[in-house]
């Protein structure tokens, strides 16, 4: 059975670092185009960065949103299956729920949150002081 699990999420400080996990379980992560999410209270779901298949024509290319462009990194492991997301100089308006999903027809990422099929729990992150 095809599962994502996120974890790694927690209370930062402003200007601070967390990464997050995203693991999969039941399918090859590196075969699809996975995605990062999140969702602040009361605001609609945004999409922040992806990373598409190795297998694609992108060669496997990660493409960011502009609100985290310079500051959040996507990277993944293919020995773990995991993908990780490396955020840093974090904000206050940073604070949200974190998803990762996966869209198993294309290859190509992109961040727009229709096109995703499987999305794991999600993991809070809370910046503050």
């Given at each position: 059975q095809l599962q994502l699990v996120e974890y790694g999420g927690g209370l930062v400080q402003p200007g601070g670092s967390l990464r997050l996990s995203c693991a999969a379980s039941g399918?090859?992560?590196?075969?699809?185009?996975?995605?990062w999410f999140r969702q602040?209270?009361?605001?609609?779901?945004?999409?922040?960065?992806?990373?598409?298949?190795?297998?694609?024509s992108s060669g496997g290319s990660t493409n960011?949103?502009?609100?985290?462009?310079?500051?959040?990194?996507?990277?993944?492991?293919n020995a773990k299956n995991t993908v990780y997301l490396?955020?840093?100089?974090?904000?206050?308006?940073?604070?949200?729920?974190?998803?990762?999903?996966v869209?198993?027809?294309?290859?190509?990422?992109?961040?727009?949150?229709v096109n995703y099929d499987y999305w794991g729990q999600g993991t809070q992150v809370t910046v503050s002081s």
């Open positions: 399918f090859t992560l590196d075969n699809y185009a996975i995605g602040a209270p009361g605001k609609e779901r945004e999409g922040l960065s992806c990373i598409s298949s190795s297998g694609g960011y949103a502009d609100s985290v462009k310079g500051r959040f990194t996507l990277s993944r492991d490396q955020m840093n100089s974090l904000k206050p308006d940073d604070t949200a729920v974190y998803y990762c999903a869209d198993v027809t294309f290859l190509e990422c992109t961040t727009v949150e």
